[in-house]
Every structure is written in structure tokens, then in C-alpha cells.
């Protein structure tokens, strides 16, 4: 009986390391990738493979060496394929010497296959400033142009685009376009853009010419003829941000009690006119006032002027000539050293934006 017993024991911890065994062997087990095959592109090679048909296949790591010999992993999910095939750049060489490449299928419970090699040779990587050159597209829009690119290779490209700004002056604006991406141009007519691309090595593309035509609101475009007025000092119940750094003179107002306000810089030079020109939007209706300062002096009782205005998700113009206001002016003239007091609604909770204030013929 004892040694039946023991042999029972035994053959129960067998069957159990047997068990344990094959359950960790499915866990870890998946099948290889297959068809794997590559092609050159700019200072990159482009892989191609066949993915596992495992039902737990998760993805395909990609192990190789750089230029400068550091070894690089690169994971491509399975949800990166498309119809069971996977493409993957492996980018950012900078020499054209054959490189070797291990895929290695692994599954979500961390197994992995065996691992499978393939040889890859980069194209030169000056070569990419033409391959981005071709993918450039401009767009016209509300602030200008955009300039959109595709640059899947990893190489350093920069793009330059000549252009006329909003003054007519002639501009060129540097843009890295290492990655696919895309960049706003503040042009205000319709014109040819200059464009052409570099190489890290300093090789130049040939140039190429796009013509845009933007749809900017000539209420948008800020003209170095005007002063624009900005807002920070002596501020009550109201926070002020400026969101848009594309926007200099753009400010949103946050009004957290029934009278807020705050001042306004003083002109630093005549205005060319006295009318007085801005865009707005806003969440609610309500009323917006001035209150007219002299050089070294405060708001005054009986010294403003002011209006209602009605709530927009979009932006609108408000242009008011001085002579329209209800004459409380006192003497007051849009000019060297003026300034005012900004109550910029009467409404508890509103937010009001407001954007390139200025005076105007």
C-alpha cells in the first residue's frame, strides 16, 4: 500500500509539471512573421511583412542598428496592418551601408517567436528635402495659409516659404518639417509662394511656386500704421488671459463681478483718426462702457460712454467714431499719453474676447 501510494504522488506531481508545462508553452509560442521584405527610402528602409495569424498576435518588434552603431527597438502594433500586411519606415540613418533588421512577433501575454532577419539599405538622406518639397500643399484660410508636408523619413528637412506679409513686405519664414506636419502663414492677398526645402547637409531643393488665395477678415490683419491698444493695469473683478500667441492683441476677459474693469496702456503716439475699431465675441448680451482718461488722470463720474452689444460664437466688428458717442468726452482726443478705463460688460460670469482695438481714420 506504501508503495502505491508513493507511486500515486508521483505520477500526480508528473501529470501536473506536464500540464503546467504545455499551458506555459501556448502562452508563450506564436508564430513568426513571414514575406518579410524591404525597400530603400530616403536615409530610412521601408519593411514589409505578413503578420502572424495567431488569434493573440499584439505586435512586432523591430531591432537594428543605427548609423552610429546604438541598438534601436521599434514597436509596430498589429493594428497598424491592414488586411493581415504591415509597412513599417524605420528612419533617421544618415549613411547608405546595408543594415540587418530582426522582426520578432510577440502576443499579449508577452510570448514571442522565433526571430526573423532581413537586410535593408538606406537611400542618401539629402535626397529627402525633394521627396518633402513634393508633399507640400497651402491651403488658404482665415489667417492666411497653410502649409501642410509629409516627412515619414526621420530626416531633418526644413522648409523655407518667401512671401508677402500683411504689410507687402517681402518675408521668409523658416519651418522645421522633420515630422509630418503642418504651419500658418499670416498673409492677407492672394499671391505666389516661394518654397523650397534643405537637406541637414545644407543641399538645397529646386524652388517651387504654389498660389494661395487666404479668406482673412481685413479686421484680422494688425498694420504697424496703428497703435493697438493692450489692457493690465488696475483690473477689478476680472481675470485677463491672452490666449493666442499667434494673436498678440487678442484678450479674454473673464468677468467674476457686477463691475469690472480695468485700464488700458496709454498711446505712446497720435492716433491717425478717432474712430474706434475692434473685434469681439462673447457669451452673453450686455453693456460695454469707457470711461475717458488724461495723461496722469483717472476715471471720472460723468466721463464715459458706452453701449450694448449682443452675445456672438463668432467674431464681429464694432466700429465707433468718437463724434457717435453721447459727447462725455471732456476734452478727450485719442492721442499721446490718453487712455481709459475698460468696463467690459456689466454681467456677473461672462466672457468676453476682444481683439486688435485700435483708432482708426
Keep these: 500500500m506504501k508503495r502505491f501510494n508513493i507511486l500515486l504522488i508521483v505520477f500526480l506531481a508528473a501529470m501536473t509539471f506536464g500540464s503546467c508545462s504545455k499551458d506555459n508553452d501556448d502562452n508563450e509560442k506564436i508564430n513568426p512573421v513571414t514575406n518579410v521584405s524591404s525597400t530603400p527610402f530616403y536615409g530610412a528602409v521601408t519593411l514589409q511583412w505578413t503578420n502572424p495569424t495567431d488569434a493573440d498576435y499584439y505586435y512586432t518588434l523591430i531591432t537594428y542598428k543605427d548609423t552610429e552603431g546604438n541598438t534601436i527597438n521599434k514597436k509596430v502594433c498589429v493594428y497598424d496592418g491592414t488586411n493581415g500586411i504591415t509597412k513599417a519606415i524605420v528612419g533617421g540613418f544618415t549613411d547608405t551601408n546595408a ?18 532577419t532581413v537586410t535593408g539599405t538606406p537611400e542618401a538622406s539629402s535626397a529627402a528635402k525633394e ?15 497653410l502649409v501642410s508636408w509629409v516627412n515619414e523619413t526621420g530626416v531633418a528637412v526644413t522648409l523655407y516659404a518667401t512671401y508677402l506679409n500683411a504689410e507687402g513686405v517681402s518675408t521668409t519664414t523658416k519651418i522645421d518639417a522633420t515630422k509630418t506636419g503642418s504651419y500658418q502663414l499670416n498673409l492677407v492677398k492672394q499671391q505666389d509662394i516661394a518654397v523650397y ?11 517651387q511656386t504654389i498660389n494661395v488665395t487666404p479668406t482673412v477678415n481685413p479686421d484680422d490683419v494688425v498694420y504697424s500704421k496703428y497703435e493697438y491698444i493692450t489692457f493690465g493695469g488696475g483690473a477689478n473683478t476680472v481675470t485677463v488671459t491672452q490666449p493666442e500667441s499667434s494673436y498678440p492683441y487678442e484678450f479674454k476677459f473673464v468677468c467674476t463681478g457686477g463691475d469690472p474693469y480695468i485700464y488700458s496702456s496709454a498711446l505712446t503716439r497720435d492716433a491717425p483718426g478717432s474712430t474706434l475699431v475692434f473685434r469681439y465675441k462673447a457669451d452673453v448680451d450686455s453693456y460695454m462702457e469707457f470711461f475717458w482718461c488724461s495723461p496722469g488722470g483717472g ?44 468696463d467690459v460688460c456689466n454681467t456677473s460670469g461672462a466672457t468676453v474676447y476682444v481683439r486688435n482695438m485700435h483708432w482708426e481714420e
Excluded at 521627396?131 to 495659409?145: D, I, K, R, S
Excluded at 526645402?197 to 524652388?207: F, I, L, N, Q, R
Excluded at 460712454?305 to 476734452?331: C, E, M, P, V, Y
Aim: net charge neutral.
Design 299 to 342: 476715471a471720472a463720474g460723468g466721463r464715459s460712454d458706452g453701449f450694448n452689444f449682443t452675445a456672438t460664437n463668432t467674431w464681429k466688428t464694432i466700429r465707433i467714431a468718437l463724434s457717435d458717442f453721447a459727447s462725455h468726452l471732456q476734452g478727450w482726443v485719442p492721442k499721446t499719453g490718453y487712455f481709459f478705463r475698460f
Design 197 to 207: 526645402a534643405v537637406a541637414p547637409d545644407g543641399s538645397k531643393s529646386a524652388v
Design 131 to 145: 521627396y518633402v518639397l513634393t508633399t507640400v500643399t497651402m491651403t488658404g484660410n482665415e489667417e492666411g495659409a
Design 99 to 116: 543594415h540587418e533588421f530582426t522582426l520578432t512577433a510577440y502576443n499579449f501575454q508577452g510570448g514571442h517567436s522565433t526571430p526573423v
